[in-house]
């Protein structure tokens, strides 16, 4: 294709001069033409009847050097003498210049899809733009948490429509677990009364001294259930207030010092099933934290590191500068998938609420700390890191 684009060209120059210059040309003007046209020759005689094109290698002057033309000879007259009109065009030019040609192109090509990738990306984004704003609210709505669901409204009906199904549908999570929120609230402070009553009423009789041994068995359970009831009842009542934030002041808190008042106080527990308990501390740990909820999650950990112990076991409390480490002694690990759910129990049998752990968690999360559980040479780790 390129070799015949050049075959062409010759043939059309060598029509121009047939046309354009042979009709009035001199004899007198062929040592002037030669003489400034380089690559265009008229030479005396011809025995050519035809035009003849060939390609061939002929010395530069000016690049010093061989390089392949494509030339024509073809016969003219002029003043009715024989002539042969030759003409060569330099083939490594004319092909830079088709490279070049194809690489410009190139370019312009490349510039043009790098356009119309940015140009697409900006309209696309601007499009979609919508969605990402529904997606972003989305990820970031907790519906434990009091916040603002604005759905951003947008020309194009789908995402129009995807934003107002979502946020009904939010609105009507939001509405069932502030009522069923509310109705643990509220049943747990109305048990508290009937609770009491209970209670006191159960406490006379095992004071009466003309009960019978079955009857005083029966109050016994009675009021083990009663303690259990209680305890349940200001657990929720617990959850519940973390919920509602009632623990929202703070103030800088030892949690060490509350670490040791804490064993001073589970050490009766910790004797009737003999285990030591031992406490180091390698760098003082302080946090801006609500002294009642770090009680609470100090003393819910030692109680757990207590009832999931073995008989003659031991309890090692660790604190670094940033981390609080309780290990115990055990013979199985717990299971983790369901350990800070609610009223989950590695024992139903055992006493306990099953709120103990999820009580853990949940003060954890308040506090944007983190916890791991881990069971590694017969020993329970629960792993507190305080960022």
């Keep these: 294709m390129y070799i015949t684009d050049v075959e062409d060209s010759l043939i ?14 001199l004899e007198e003007d062929v040592s002037i033409w030669n003489k400034f046209n380089r690559n265009v020759k008229l030479e005396k005689g011809s025995t050519l009847k035809k035009d003849s094109i060939f390609q061939m290698n002929s010395y530069d002057v000016l690049s010093k050097e061989y390089e392949p033309y494509l030339s024509l000879y073809s016969p003219v007259q002029i003043e009715g003498k024989r002539y042969t009109y030759t003409i060569k065009i330099d083939l490594v030019e004319t092909e830079d210049l088709l490279m070049n040609f194809f690489l410009l192109f190139f370019l312009v090509f490349i510039i043009l899809i790098v356009g119309l990738f940015f140009i697409t990306r900006l309209f696309s984004k601007k499009i979609w733009s919508p969605f990402y704003l529904i997606l972003k609210q989305i990820e970031q709505f907790e519906i434990d948490k009091v916040n603002v669901f604005q759905l951003p409204t947008s020309t194009i009906h789908e995402f129009d429509r995807l934003g107002q199904s979502i946020e009904k549908l939010i609105h009507k999570n939001t509405s069932i677990y502030a009522s069923q929120r509310e109705f643990i609230d509220n049943a747990a402070h109305e ?15 095992v004071q009466d001294s003309n009960i019978t041994e079955n009857q005083a068995r029966a109050l016994n359970v009675l009021n083990d259930t009663i303690v259990r ?53 390698k760098e003082k740990l302080k946090r801006k934290v609500n002294i009642d909820l770090i009680e609470i999650f100090l003393s819910n950990l030692l109680m757990n590191a207590i009832r999931h112990n073995i008989k003659n076991g031991k309890i090692n409390i660790i604190t670094t500068s940033n ?28 006493h306990g609420t099953g709120l103990g752990l999820s009580i853990v968690k949940k003060i954890v999360d308040l506090n944007n700390w983190d916890i791991q559980y881990a069971f590694i040479d017969k020993q329970h780790s629960f792993k507190i890191v305080l960022f």
């Design 191 to 205: 048990l508290q009364t009937p609770l009491a009553v209970f209670k006191a009423k159960v406490d006379g009789l």
């Design 229 to 281: 009831m209680e305890r349940l009842n200001k657990n929720l009542l617990l959850l519940s207030k973390i919920d509602n934030d009632a623990y929202h002041s703070t103030g800088e808190v030892n949690i060490n010092d509350i670490l040791i008042k804490n064993m001073e106080f589970f050490t009766e527990q910790a004797a009737s099933k003999q285990l030591t308990i031992q406490f180091s501390s």
């Design 12 to 25: 059309m120059h060598k029509d121009e001069f047939l046309k354009y210059h042979a009709p009035t040309f």
């Design 323 to 350: 981390s609080i480490e309780i290990l115990n002694s055990g013979t199985e690990k717990l299971n983790s998938e369901a350990l800070f759910k609610r009223f989950s129990k590695d024992n139903p049998s055992k």
